[in-house]
């Protein structure tokens, strides 16, 4: 089968790799959508040498059909559409047990990253940890889903959106993108900060009141021009220092902030600000898996556009330029396909 490796820092290869057979709970999955996504290119610049080495299929956005089912699977039979939820949880901890596998920590290696990835024409991924894709959605909307739009989501669930609220969303990349796009939906304001200016056009044309660029000046008072009272709740998606610098002159008094962006900087941020206006500060790890079925009808009921966070589709054969272009972070989401 025709799958991707990472041969180097920032090398891309189509090899041709042996077809996966389904261990015992395992589901074999033809792919018909994979997604890069921002933790997919930490690999990709870094090219970790044990990486390198085994050959590991990249990939943790897929989406596609079931082909065949591993010993003592039930509930699933070829043909049913899956995606997969690519860190690999043990459903038996206290945290699995309420529904909150996000944050299990006895995690095996994930999709993607220590076991092979959706960027392949096929891919073996326990059934425990793959989900029911609704005829109601493409596999390229699964694939949108199956991280980042659940990213998107589960804060805004945390965050409690709703109609009353005015939502600033820092980072306009995918992840923003589906924020803006699900709180809209929700039935708030929303305003959108990001230095790029097609980013920018593209959350006002899905939607945003208006957008800010941080690069321009003092954002507090940016946004205080548009909202007199500030946002009452912030979904903070770049992971950039200043982003974290700025959360208590974007947040109102008594407001909140969901920390959703990754980075390797250590968080940093006025204490003063944070506690002289009660403001409440929470991190949010993409999505628990229980939370897959509400996703898929919420985004269906709202009739939100996922394809719009899509920039480029491109055939699995064309995976080193896809890679290059989400490594260059002006594009949108490049989503493979394998038609
Ligand atoms: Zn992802
Ligand atoms: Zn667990």
Not at 73 to 97: I, K, L, N, Q, S
Request: glycine content about 12%; aromatic content about 6%.
């Amino acid at each position: 089968m025709r799958a991707l490796s990472l041969t180097g820092e920032r090398t891309i290869a189509v090899q041709d790799k042996p077809e996966p057979e389904p261990g015992p709970g395992e589901l074999l999955i033809r792919l018909r959508a994979s997604a890069i996504c921002g933790s997919d290119l930490h690999l990709y610049r870094r090219a970790p040498q044990a990486y390198i080495d085994r050959a590991i299929t990249p990939g943790h956005e897929g989406s596609g059909d079931v082909v065949a089912v591993g010993e003592g699977v039930t509930g699933w039979a070829p043909g049913d559409r899956a995606v997969v939820y690519f860190r690999r949880t043990c459903w038996e901890c206290d945290d699995c047990r309420s529904g909150n596998n996000q944050v299990c920590a006895v995690i095996r290696p994930g999709y993607g990253f220590g076991a092979d990835g959706s960027d392949a024409e096929l891919m073996t991924a326990d059934a425990s940890a793959s989900m029911r894709l609704p005829d109601g959605l493409s596999a390229r909307e699964g694939s949108i889903l199956a991280c980042q739009g659940g990213t998107a989501y589960a804060p805004l669930v945390r965050l409690g959106v709703g109609g009353r609220d005015r939502v600033a969303v820092s980072g306009l990349g995918p992840v923003g993108l589906l924020a803006a796009q699900f709180a809209l939906a929700m039935g708030a304001e929303v305003v959108g900060i990001d230095p790029v200016a097609e980013r920018r056009a593209l959350a006002e044309s899905l939607g945003a009141s208006a957008t800010i660029d941080p690069t321009a000046g003092d954002v507090g008072p940016a946004l205080k021009a548009i909202w007199p009272r500030s946002a009452d709740k912030l979904v903070e998606a770049s992971g950039a220092t200043p982003a974290h610098e700025a959360i208590p002159a974007v947040v109102r008094p008594r407001g909140t902030a969901a920390l959703v962006g990754l980075g390797t900087e250590p968080f940093q941020t006025s204490l003063n600000g944070i506690t002289r206006w009660d403001i409440n500060l929470f991190g949010s790890t993409i999505y628990p898996q229980t939370m897959w079925d509400e996703l898929c009808d919420f985004v269906q009921r709202k009739s939100i556009d996922l394809g719009a966070v899509v920039s480029h589709d491109l055939s699995i054969e064309e995976g080193s330029r896809g890679f290059e272009l989400a490594d260059e972070a002006a594009s949108g989401k490049i989503c493979f396909h394998f038609d």
